[in-house]
């Protein structure tokens, strides 16, 4: 179907009447012109929930996204599950005649690329050593949309992406799993930080992988409730000469550890080293009698802390729990009470005989900042 310059791709149609959550891809150079269009047809579609079709339901989508700019057009999302038939199959020629209106001479409404496979999948099936490094939001998460939501991001995103495509590959898989997912996105390293950043500004989670020199990064980014990273990595040198290079993705966080509420390092030996984007913990702790057994690196509230890593950031709260020294740890103390703990090096930390004593001793100087 064309009308003017806008044309609908082969497979969008029957997609539309399927009935269900779907996202289009609207590719367009003239990308101001295009948002708007799409916000003509999102308020025409919203509009059509106000008529009653008999049931005390509206006859418009059951969910219409915002669109999301990315490279080369809009993401945008919408559910039309409950819609009539009728509205369904005339959902394309609002969509298609609100571009036209808001004067888009040249557009695309199609279909974003499938996701072939889940980067966190290919990661978990990803046999050998791991570093695992999560951040639990930041401190200054307070407008939960646009500019405010982008701003609050900038510490964590930085240091993510800045660390992905370090001597790596120039287009890194990119999963979107939030909104407009899930899909995937075709974005060179020097697309990313906008894609990425519009993304999460409208409360979305992406999926990245890159390949770099010293073996597999995986970076996931989550935008619901609070901003969170979590980040693996999975050397091709499985020794401890060959994890050197994650100090660089610690350092960086390290780096913003003021801006963060929590963060945390761990290593893990074997496949399957991540759980939902994060490294988790099967290897129980030994000869530690009544202490908590390590959970997954994901802590149910932004202040708990729900075991001892090599690094890791507490809170005032917590940290006032323990005393002026913490037994074994290198301590950095941040403003307003906060301090960054490191208990030995990676190496101390590598799955062995090595890593039950100092795992033992950090919880035991920690034991008193659990719950």
Known sequence: MTTGGVTVA????SRVLAEGALTLFVASLEAAAAERGIMLAYDRLVELNASDVGTG??????FVGRPVPVPGGLLWSLDTSGMPRRERANLLDVVVGALVEAGVGDAQVGLPAKV??????QLASTPGLAMGVVAFGVRDWSDPRGAARAEAWAPLLDVGLEWLTRDGDASPLVAVTGTGGPCALDVSSDELPRAVAGLLAAGGGLELLGRSSDGVRYV???????????ATWCPDDQSARGLAAVAALTDGLESVADRLTWAATDVRLGRGTASEGLIGYNDAPTNVGELPRNSALMPLREDQVPGAFPWQILNAERRARLGPEVPGAEEVRLPGGRSVLRFGSVADWLPGPGRASVRVAARRALESAFD
């Open 10 to 13: 082969r497979g969008v149609r």
């Open 57 to 62: 339901e509206g006859r418009g989508p059951s």
């Open 116 to 121: 072939d496979y889940s980067p966190f999948l």
């Open 220 to 230: 996931r980014l989550v935008a619901i409730l609070r901003p969170q990273l979590a």
